[in-house]
């Protein structure tokens, strides 16, 4: 099981940090009390590893028990768990700024403003700041800039990993796909459903795949189909993009679209790309 515990100053973008890691399948807690991390781990030991990646946001609004959170790190580490501190940082003129741009209230209230609370915090968080495995200065970065610290850590070397494609087959007599981000018609292709000893196959028989892919044209859209895929998909997980959904669509989702669903999913796989494929409509009458 693998912990990162993130902490670090008010306004520095956490919350950023773990919508990224929510994203990668981290199982994530904000403002997690110190004191409960033994007891949490022991209970998410005892499930079976349902939870492989798990992380907790831990700052300053837990008040002193803040200081009880290096020793809890560090007791992870004894146990055996692969557990990263992840400290993020930002200057104290970058906090001031997106405090007065947020029109939040400072977790540590102190009488003498803003600067003097961002001062006390950087204060508190100095031992785990010393102590942090990783830190990340969002003052001179965005979002993106933010997004691609984080991927130069957790995400592995192969980058192709990264990104999960589910490739779908459906019929647009049914309706389009709501969460599809490319969507490719074959409609325009000569139909099985016409020829009667092939009208009640699918696409996932050799026969159906054998008849659609006979034609000329239905190879020349596939070899373009993947020669786009191939310029397209390094580009999205650049980008930061983290699943990608592709749905090829004919009348009723049973014939052409599952033969070149599976296509492309066969040509994705062979250039060790992570792929699931679904038929939407196969099912339906």
Sequence with gaps: MQYTVVTGMSGSGKTQVIRFLEDMGYFCIDNMPPILIPKFSEMLTSVNGKFNNVAFVIDTRVGDMINELLEQVEDLKK???????????ADDAT????????????PIDNTNGLLASIQQERKMLEKLYNAADYVIDTSRINSQGLLQKLKEIYVSKDQKQVLEINVMAFGFKYGMPLDADLVFDVR?????FYIEELKHKTGNDKEVQDYVMSFPTSVTFMEKLEDMMAFMIPL???????????AIGCTGGKHRSVTMTNKLADFLKSKGYSVNVSYRDLGRE
């Design 79 to 89: 146990k055996g768990y692969d557990c990263r501190l992840l400290y993020i940082d």
């Design 95 to 106: 906090l001031i700024k997106r405090y007065k741009e947020t029109r939040r209230l400072h």
């Design 236 to 246: 999205y997980i650049e980008e930061g993009k983290i699943s990608l959904s592709i």
């Design 188 to 192: 325009c292709f000569p139909n099985p």
